[in-house]
């Protein structure tokens, strides 16, 4: 079984249920009984975020973000509709 934690939970006992589900690796965390979210130890954040991290040296944000992809465009529809999504919780 993963380790989960809901919405409710993490409301009702905040940062303690992240501290204690932690103990048992990464969390979780279910929204209308599906994950939304997997919170991670900074240790396994880091160490994830290491491995997949491509270090361009000597680049501007700017230049950074030009040299990757464009991912797709939303418009403020969409936006507006996934945020209402996310927020009704």
């Not at 700017?62 to 507006?80: F, S, V």
């Amino acid at each position: 079984m993963e380790n989960t934690l809901t919405v409710a939970e993490l409301k009702r006992r905040g940062a303690a249920a992240i501290e204690d589900g932690l103990e048992h690796g990464p969390i979780h965390l279910l929204k209308h009984n599906k994950t939304a979210a997997v919170v991670l130890s900074e240790a396994d954040y880091r160490r994830l975020a290491g491995e997949h991290r491509k270090k361009i040296p000597g680049l501007t944000a700017m230049q950074w973000l030009l040299a990757h992809p464009d991912t797709g465009r939303l418009g403020k529809r969409e936006i507006d509709r996934r945020l209402r999504n996310d927020r009704d919780w």
